[in-house]
Every structure is written in structure tokens, then in C-alpha cells.
């Protein structure tokens, strides 16, 4: 486990004015750690979303700090969260958010585009990022063309391929079936393994807690509770030995 590649410091966030007003974080403190995969855990309404918008710089915090790889974002202007997005935080999201009309390794190379890389050498990079999540037999196939696993794969590869400190998934699995899911949280467990990379998944799904090295559960606005993922795994095995009573 490395330090933090993403942080939070006693984060606020109030959405609306007046009458209307939420306040969806309400002094929330994360790390997310290289080297682990953190799950962010909590009912609808909780403030997940919110929290992973305020992580990825989609969103300012009403009060407190954000830290991506080490920069501090108070105060900065929209190009530069801009280039900390680009540079250091990889998006995966729950509709996959594919163009229909590009194949795989364009739809990876996208992400590289927008960082000036020649055509060349992105494609050779998207190739390696397919490789990396098992599709490699997919780089011309088109997303109407593949199953929602293989979607949902070519969708880390394209969050990968530029080798950023943190990703940020967002339900990545909550439109596949148990089977697709678990692949998907174990090729992110995977990715999760690097030393420089940590890995935050949104999740309300119980079935994904065995992928975690760290849970985080927040509630209206506040972390509530912060498991160690190891702790956790052994308290499952426990109860898969002993059964229901």
C-alpha cells in the first residue's frame, strides 16, 4: 500500500438555494490509497455521487479541501482541474458511455487524443489496454457488437490507457448480471493491485465487499464507517464455514 493518490478533507457540499437547499456532504473525510480498492458504500440519497463528483473535480465543494496526486485543487480554475482530470483520474461509469459508431480501440483512443498522443502510438496503447481486460480479440468490434460485460470492459481499458493515479467507478456493475459483475470487480482488483493506482467503486451491492481492501459507508452526507477490506473477508469466510443458524 502506497500513500494517498486522492483526498478528502472535511469536504461540504450544499446543492440549491432557499427553500431547496441539500446539504449532500456534510464533512466528509476519504483517502483513497494506491495500491487498494475502496468501496463507497450507502443507500440512495446518501451522497455517493455527489462525493465521487467532488473527488473527480466535476464539482467544487462548498467548504474543505480535495487533493488529487498531490495537488491541492482550492482555488483552481477550470483548466486546471481540467489537466488534473486528464492527467490523473480515469472514469468508469455505469452506462459504459461508449460512442456507438467507434470501435473498441477508437473508443479507447479518445482518451489519448485529448492528451496530443500520435495516432500510432495510441493505437498501439489502446491494443495493450484491451489486452490488459481480456478483450484483445474485440479491438474492431463495435459496442453494438459486444455484450454488456464486454462494454463495461472496454470502458476500464479506456479509463486505464493512460496510466492515471486514481479511477473512479460509478456502479460500474449494476447493469450486468452476477456473472459480468464479479469479472469486472475482479479485473478492477487487479488494476487496484499497482502501488500507484488506487480504485474507488460506488457500489450498494453487498455482493462486491469480498473485492475490498477498504469500506467506506456514508449516510446523509457523512462517512459513517471506514472497515478494513481484510477484516471484513475474514468475518465472511467465518460465515460461509460456520452457515445460517
Known amino acids: 500500500m502506497s500513500g494517498a493518490v486522492l483526498?478528502?478533507?472535511?469536504?461540504?457540499?450544499?446543492?440549491?438555494?432557499?427553500?431547496?437547499?441539500?446539504?449532500?456532504l456534510r464533512g466528509v473525510d476519504l483517502a483513497l490509497r494506491g495500491g487498494e480498492l475502496t468501496l463507497l458504500m450507502g443507500p440512495s440519497g446518501s451522497g455517493k455521487t455527489t462525493l465521487l463528483s467532488v473527488l473527480g473535480c466535476m464539482l467544487a465543494p462548498t467548504s474543505g479541501t480535495v487533493s488529487v496526486a498531490g495537488?491541492?485543487?482550492?482555488?483552481?480554475?477550470?483548466e486546471t482541474l481540467a489537466r488534473l482530470r486528464r492527467d490523473h483520474i480515469g472514469f468508469i461509469f455505469q452506462s459504459y458511455h461508449l460512442f456507438p459508431t467507434l470501435t473498441a480501440s477508437e473508443n479507447i483512443q479518445l482518451a489519448?487524443?485529448?492528451?496530443?498522443?500520435t495516432s500510432d502510438k495510441a493505437k498501439v496503447r489502446?491494443?495493450?489496454?484491451?489486452?490488459?481486460?481480456?478483450?484483445?480479440h474485440k479491438i474492431d468490434a463495435f459496442p453494438r457488437e459486444m455484450s454488456g460485460g464486454e462494454q463495461q470492459r472496454v470502458a476500464i481499458a479506456r479509463?486505464?490507457?493512460?496510466?492515471?493515479?486514481?479511477?473512479?467507478a460509478d456502479e460500474p456493475?449494476?447493469?450486468?448480471d452476477t456473472e459480468n459483475g464479479q469479472a469486472i470487480m475482479a479485473i478492477l482488483a487487479d488494476i487496484a493491485k499497482?502501488?500507484?493506482?488506487?480504485v474507488l467503486v460506488v457500489t450498494h451491492d453487498p455482493r462486491l465487499l469480498p473485492y475490498a481492501d477498504r469500506i467506506h459507508r456514508i449516510e446523509d452526507g457523512l462517512i459513517v464507517s471506514v472497515e478494513s477490506g481484510a477484516a471484513r473477508k475474514a468475518e465472511l469466510r467465518t460465515a460461509s464455514v460456520v452457515g445460517p443458524r
Open 126 to 136: 489502446a491494443h495493450d489496454a484491451l489486452a490488459r481486460v481480456g478483450l484483445k
Open 71 to 78: 495537488h491541492d485543487t482550492a482555488n483552481a480554475d477550470p
Open 173 to 176: 456493475t449494476a447493469a450486468l
Open 194 to 198: 499497482e502501488p500507484g493506482r488506487g
Open 7 to 24: 483526498e478528502a478533507n472535511q469536504v461540504k457540499k450544499v446543492l440549491g438555494h432557499g427553500a431547496g437547499q441539500v446539504h449532500a
Open 159 to 168: 479509463a486505464i490507457v493512460s496510466n492515471p493515479s486514481a479511477i473512479l
Open 112 to 117: 489519448l487524443d485529448v492528451r496530443g498522443e
